[in-house]
């Protein structure tokens, strides 16, 4: 069922993809490395990875996965005069703890700005290394 579910999906144009989001997520993209750091930073998402490769639809989410070992602040953008001029800050965006993994369905970001914060037992240090925040866009959740 869920095999037929998801060809219908992929087969068919935005009106059905929307209406199909109970479907488990499939990504359709490369990973978008997000940089992560004690200061926020912004990345641009490649068009080609908003978009299926083989049905050019737009994908309708994306999974989000955080391997840091702190928390991280992240925000994502759908216009690009907002990626150029706005930032995540440690009190905006959605708030993720080290090993979080999750997909997001309600938002089609064309850049992300990310920010490393401390937390109690997750301290940020002189010696505290960075790995990027992956986002991977797809279909379902």
């Known amino acids: 069922m869920r095999a037929l579910a998801l060809f ?5 144009g935005p009106a059905l993809a929307q209406s199909t989001q109970g ?3 499939r990504r359709m993209s490369e990973p978008v ?15 080609d990875s908003l978009k299926d490769p083989k049905s050019g639809q737009k994908l309708t989410s994306f999974y989000v996965i955080n391997p840091n070992s702190v ?3 992240f925000k994502g953008y759908s216009t690009v005069s907002d990626c150029a001029n706005l ?3 440690p009190t905006t965006g959605w708030l993720v703890p080290p ?7 309600t938002q089609y970001p064309l850049c992300g700005s990310t920010l490393a914060v401390s937390m109690p037992n997750f301290p940020i240090t002189g ?12 279909f379902g959740q």
Do not use: D, H, K
């Open 71 to 73: 928390y991280v602040r």
């Open 127 to 138: 010696s505290t290394t960075y790995a990027p925040l992956e986002w991977s866009y797809g």
């Open 8 to 12: 219908l999906l992929i087969a068919s």
């Open 87 to 89: 930032n995540v800050t």
């Open 99 to 105: 090993g979080f993994t999750a997909v997001f369905a």
């Open 33 to 47: 490395q997000l940089a992560v750091g004690p200061t926020a930073r912004t990345t641009m998402v490649p068009q």
């Open 23 to 25: 479907i488990p997520f």
